[in-house]
């Protein structure tokens, strides 16, 4: 159910640009296979696309997956493209 949201576990950016035609199967393939992680965990996954300007997320409710789409109508995230471009985000 969309009000038993949980918050997540750990948070993760995927590192580059992701095709966001993907649905909920291509995205949860990715965290599979390009990062050998379980889709089913209470983990956030962020994904964002080539302009910078869209972001989607995809976690694992217990139930179902929930995904999420945020388009920004003015400027663009500051994503991370290579590993040296990560930063560590504490609570």
Same mark, same amino acid.
């Not at 139930?63 to 493209?81: A, N, T, V």
């Given at each position: ?30 965290? =599979? @296979?390009?990062?050998?992680? @379980?889709? =089913?965990?209470?983990?956030? *996954?962020? *994904? ?11 976690? !694992?409710?217990?139930?179902? *997956? ?6 920004? @109508?003015?400027?663009? *995230?500051? !994503?991370?493209?290579?590993? @040296? ?7």
């Amino acid at each position: 159910m969309l009000n038993d949201y949980v918050c997540p576990g750990k948070v993760y950016l995927a590192l580059g640009h992701t095709d966001l035609r993907k649905g909920i199967d291509g995205l949860a393939a990715i965290i =599979q @296979e390009h990062y050998d992680m @379980e889709v =089913q965990a209470n983990d956030l *996954f962020i *994904f964002c696309g080539r302009r910078n300007d869209r972001i989607k997320a995809l976690i !694992w409710e217990g139930d179902g *997956f929930l995904l999420l789409y945020k388009r920004l @109508e003015k400027g663009s *995230f500051r !994503w991370p493209r290579t590993s @040296e471009e990560l930063k560590r985000i504490t609570p």
